[in-house]
């Protein structure tokens, strides 16, 4: 009787093992921040505060992004093992950050956008009140990192270790959770300014005026966050490390002079972990794909590889000279 035995030439897609940490840190500042928001937005209506009114639905959107981030490793521990995602599902988690960037733009605008209706119809404000409850928004923020940050370290503590240099690569789902708080923090803290100011000075104006500051500082953040979720959506990758390093690897060594790359993609499937799928041109005869593995073998970031090999009989000048 015939036994299929391909299951010995094959493996799993799941190159970026799911944090169990992380998801969990962001379930539980999720509905942290949910109910933060409620208390905020209900004080700042009830106090007349921008600055808090701002921090509120600041948080408001945050708890929804955060949600996402949330989702998304739900939905990557879900579907780890479906056939159909060719190389994983970590690009879920990267989508929830991209999404949660996209979210702090928005929030951005509107704080642009309230915080400039204040400056031209300014409103009394119940300073003291106020304070209390933004000095307790900037204490829940600090909670809310204090949660992230153990998850990350967390994640560092048993994930892959950057290989030969490279800079290491965050969870970009659990940063953008991150960058939310901060950005909440920060919000916070601007609240506290301004209603200090306005109750010990009379300084009316500067609650608005920091309205805009902070959704300054969170658009910075915000386009910070996707450009880089971004590179990683669209495997704008070949300006990396790891692509000269693996020119090195296959271009070196034994018959080097007698064999080139000609075409090389590198993208990443991981948060430190890349898949490359290249073309060789060898004089080589005896060369095969196990020996560019070998060769590949001792950068251990690249976890998946689609080699094809070209024998060119005549040798060419454009092989034998760099």
């Not at 996209?102 to 404000?125: D, N, T, W, Y």
Request: charged share 15%.
């Amino acid at each position: 009787m015939h036994t299929d035995k391909r299951s010995d030439w094959t493996h799993e897609h799941a190159f970026d093992p799911h944090s169990a940490a992380a998801e969990r840190g962001t379930q539980r500042v999720m509905w942290i921040t949910a109910a933060t928001m409620v208390i905020e937005i209900t004080a700042g209506w009830w106090f007349n505060s921008m600055a808090l009114l701002a921090d509120g639905w600041h948080m408001s959107s945050h708890a929804v992004a955060i949600g996402l981030s949330a989702m998304a490793y739900a939905m990557a521990r879900r579907y780890a093992k479906d056939p159909r995602f060719a190389f994983g599902t970590w690009k879920i988690e990267v989508l929830g950050g991209f999404a949660s960037a996209i979210f702090l733009i928005g929030v951005a605008a509107l704080m642009v956008f309230g915080s400039v209706e204040r400056i031209f119809s300014p409103q009394p404000i119940r300073y003291q009140e106020a304070v209390v409850i933004a000095v307790l928004g900037l204490a829940v923020n600090i909670v809310c990192a204090v949660i992230l940050g153990q998850a990350e370290h967390h994640d560092h503590g048993h994930g892959h270790a950057p290989a030969h240099g490279h800079a290491d690569h965050h969870d970009l789902n659990l940063k953008a959770a991150y960058v939310h708080v901060l950005a909440d923090a920060a919000t916070s803290i601007l609240a506290i300014v301004a209603l200090v100011g306005g109750w010990f000075y009379g300084w009316s104006w500067l609650d608005p005026v920091m309205g805009i500051v902070g959704a300054v500082l969170v658009a910075v953040w915000a386009k910070g966050l996707i450009v880089q979720t971004g590179t990683v959506l669209l495997d704008r990758e070949m300006d990396h490390a790891v692509v000269d390093e693996i020119r090195q690897a296959v271009e070196t060594g034994p018959g080097a002079d007698q064999t080139r790359i000609t075409d090389l993609h590198v993208w990443r499937v991981g948060n430190q972990v890349y898949s490359c799928a290249l073309t060789v041109v060898t004089h080589d005869a005896s060369l095969t794909p196990t020996d560019i593995r070998q060769r590949l073998a001792v950068h251990e970031e690249i976890v998946h590889s689609t080699i094809e090999i070209h024998l060119c009989p005549d040798p060419e000048p454009a092989l034998v000279e760099r």
